[in-house]
């Protein structure tokens, strides 16, 4: 059985920051792919970043140089760092794992087997 759990999400003003997490834990190993989501209520949960088995890491364009991916082998935790946030930003985020993602498709939600509960990000301008 594989479970994720994110933690960090809260309220912060326009211009700020938060450091999301994800705790993987039974099954799934953390050096599989892991890739952050966002949703907001009446759209499609996008993606904004992957982190694959050997480190390297893709991130969308609408948070390249804002949003940075990584990953803690040691503590099976996965990050996203979050900086000059807007309020555009606001939605619930999802971390997500799975064995292998098709090359290119890392952004697709049904890459992905396992999914976390979310944790909901609010920025206020």
């Known amino acids: 059985q594989v479970q994720l759990m994110e933690s960090g999400g809260g309220s912060v003003q326009a211009g700020g920051s938060l450091r999301l997490s994800c705790a993987a834990s039974?099954?799934?190993?953390?050096?599989?792919?892991m890739g952050w989501f966002r949703q907001v209520p009446g759209k499609e949960r996008e993606g904004i970043a992957v982190?694959?088995?050997?480190?390297?890491?893709s991130h969308a364009d609408f948070v390249k140089g804002r949003f940075t991916i990584s990953k803690d082998n040691y503590k099976n935790t996965l990050y996203l760092e979050m900086n000059s946030l807007k309020p555009e930003d606001t939605a619930m985020y999802y971390c997500?794992?799975?064995?292998?993602?098709?090359?290119?498709?890392?952004?697709?939600?049904?890459?992905?087997?396992?999914w976390g509960q979310g944790t909901q990000v609010t920025v206020a301008s």
């Open positions: 997500a794992s799975d064995v292998w993602i098709t090359p290119g498709s890392w952004d697709a939600e049904v890459e992905y087997m396992y």
């Open positions: 039974g099954a799934t190993n953390i050096r599989s792919c």
């Open positions: 982190i694959d088995s050997a480190g390297k890491t």
